[in-house]
Each structure stands twice: as C-alpha cells, then as structure tokens.
C-alpha cells in the first residue's frame, strides 16, 4: 500500500500489516499526522494535537514489538475527546473555562489504550462540556463534515467521528450521554458503540450527567469496534460503578451470522419529522437482515418512547448542574479574582461558561430546587423508570432491537443553532438506551442527499457481543463500511 493511503487502513488491517514487519508503527504514525496536516484546515476535528509525543509512542511500540511484547492495540494511532483526561495534555471539554487545563492524571480509557502501545494523535473538538448535538457549542470553533464541508458532523464527539473519517487517526474514543458517539458515527459514516452503563470505567472522563455518561469507540468497521472494546471495557477500581462482569472476547462473535435472531422493529422510532430517505434506507437495511436469516418483529412497542426526550432533558441538565459546580475558579481551569469571593465565582462562572452550558445549569438547577423537585425530577426519575421496564419486556419477546440512529442525515452548520428544539430532537432515537442502561451501536448502512445513514441496534445490558454479531453480519453482506468522503 502507498504510503499516502496508509491512514485510510482498517485498524484490524494495520494490524496484520504491523504484525507481519510489512509496516512499522513509525511509517503510520507518520501517515495520519501527514494526512492531518492535510486535511485538518478544512474539517477542523482537532483541538489539540500531540505530534511530537506520538511519534516517540510509535517509536516505543515498534521497540514493544520486536521485543516480543506486541499485544492487539500495539501501534495503532488513535484520537479522543477532549473531556478524557490525558497526563501531560491539556484537556479542554470544548471549554473556555478548561481552556488551559492540563490534568495530571489519565482516565482509565487512555491508561489502557497507552499500556498496550496505542498512538494517541491527538484530543477532538466537542461541544463544550458535551452538550450538543453538532459542536458548533464548542467554545473554540465548529468541525466540519468531510462528506460535506458546510454541514455538521454531528456531537457532541463530533470531532472524534469526523476525525477519523477524514483518516486522521485509526479509531477514536468519545463520550455518549444522550447520542453523542451514535448520532455524529451516524453523520460522518463510522461505526460508533455506546457500551452499556458501567462496561467501560468512566473515570477520567470529565463528568456529564453522571448516570447516563459512557465512553465509546468509534471506529471504520465492526472488527475493530470489537477490539477496541476489548481493551476499554471491564471493571476498574477507581470507578464504582464499573460492573464486576467479565469482559467476553468481542472478536469471538463475529462471522455468527443471524440465523435465529429476533430482531423489533418498534415503530415508535420511526417518528415524525424522520426523513423519507433515511427512512427507506433503514427499511433496506432491515430487509437485508431478514434475507440473510433474521426474524423481523414488527409487533414490539416501547409505547413511552415520546417521554424519554423531556425526562433526558430533566435528568441530565440536573445532574449537570451538581456536576459543574466545580467549576468555581478555585481549584481548575478558568479564574477571575474580584474584592469578595461571590463577585469571584459569578464572574469566573460567567465568563467560563458558554451560553448553552449556562442554559444547562439553569435548567437543572431549576429542576431541582424546593417546591420543583417532585414535580420535574422525580417524575422524570419515574419515567425513566418505565421506560427501562418497557425495554425489558420488550428483550423478552426478541433479541435486539432495530431503528434510525437519527432521524435526519447530517444538517448544514447554523441551521440549527437558533432553534434549540430541532437541535435537541436530534437525539430523539439515541437517548432511550442512554436513559435505560442498555448498550446500543450505529453502523453505516447506505446514504440519502448525499451523506451517511447510520443503523442503530440496541441489545438488553452487556449484550454488546449480540450488537456485535448482527453488525458483522450486516457488515459482510454490504459495502457501506468501506465508503470514504473524497477530501
Ligand atoms: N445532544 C445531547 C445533549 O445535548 C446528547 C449529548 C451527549 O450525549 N453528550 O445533551
């Protein structure tokens, strides 16, 4: 292979080339950094880059390697979200109020990922403190599409996904609270897992809405979304709520087929307002997995679907709003010192913070102060109690589930920054699992106007290795994976 084309590898490709000496990490490494000063102007995915510790990474790995020590993650370059905290790095959360925050510790995800000799290029553009749908909320600057430079790729791992479709890295980590790995891999044509609650250790991550936060991969095929998983995922220490549940080998279900499966199709998910060519491209997809052996059950209803939106945005911007109160100026990141300590906090609050965030904080604060509390909290705590019961029942009468990642294709920048609702609609389809627990996957599955469909499936908790399956099968059966955006 051309060594201008090294980016465009699968990680499971570069691999094999890396284990049979036809590659060095050196030579690819090398190949995305080129191929990122390239590209980087236009799709802006980046908001730190870490060029020069990389390539000492990739120098470390082909030494790891031919000492005998080479394990799967060896050498390939990867890029995270810049809310993952990285020793040495700076981590911004799209933030002015991190802008110079540089921590002093790694989240376990990077720990992992550098214990096996992974590349880390560089930390992505997101909308500030992960809340958004297309990262034009980032406080620095919006990324761009690379199927199409004038839309959105999507958020808020925005930068994660339009980074490595652009080739500037082989896989990416990002974050998903409501959608925010699924819907921009929907828009930018990759593979993006959110695991189930508690798969993956969440410390490090600069935190969201605490009960509904998880890191994903975001990846170019199945395969490698299996291996990736395989490093990340498993129960930690410093986080308590990592699920003391063994880690199965991923790679083990691929090539099962889905002979046998019951897949739901619950028409819940396809809503109002999703748009006709994404709807006849699921449809297309869906009967692709009939033909190849699947059972389509078109009689599965998750009827308080309509809730999860309105109790999403109750529970997470509550949780936000305790989560954020760090942010004082006292101990991270952004500070304004005035005559008393109130002007201090105020001023440091009021400058670090977007408007979208301050929005957030208010919302929740709201939510949860006395008198609220009952009304817009706990019922939103009940509604999502309902919600998680009807999935439940609804992964008694089938295996997983099938629908839109999101129910538009990527929308032009600034077309929906001013009309928050159709911004927050976005996510209408990727916040149940988020609200339920449950791990969900989008996989490319063909194109309308020109840009990526993503499929969702959704399986019952720590059934990652199903969404695995049947994304392999559908993957083998079709080429959607293997498309890239002409840069
Ligand atoms: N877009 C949703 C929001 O703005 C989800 C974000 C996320 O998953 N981090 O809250």
Redesign the pocket.
Known sequence: MAGDQLHQLRLHEARRLLESHELSARDLTEACLARLDSVEPYVKAMISVCAEEALQQASAADRMRAAGKAKPLTGIPFIAKDLLCTRGVRTTCGSRMLENFVPPHNATVIDRLLEQGSVLIGKTNM?EF????STEHSAFYPSCNPWNLDCVPG??SGGSAAGLAAGEALFALG??????IR?PASFCGVVGMKPTYGRVSRYGAVA?ASSL?QIGPLTRDIQDCAVVMNVIAGQCEKDSTSAPIEVPDYTAFLGRGVQGLRIGVPQEYFVEGLQPDVRRTIEDAIHELENMGATIRRDISLPSTKYALAA?YII?PSEASANLARFDGVRYGFSRQLATTEESVLATRGEGFGAEVKRRIMLGTHALSSGYYDAYYVKALKVRHIIREEFRQAFEQCDLLAMPTSPTVAFPIGSKIHDLMQM?L??ILT?PA?IAGIPALSLPCGFAHGLPVGLQLMASSFREDLLLQVGHAFQQASEWHLKQPLL
């Open positions: 909308d992960a809340m958004g749908s958020g808020s974050t998903d609270t409501g959608g925010s819907q969201f936060d999403y997470a927050y976005s996510d916040i988020n």
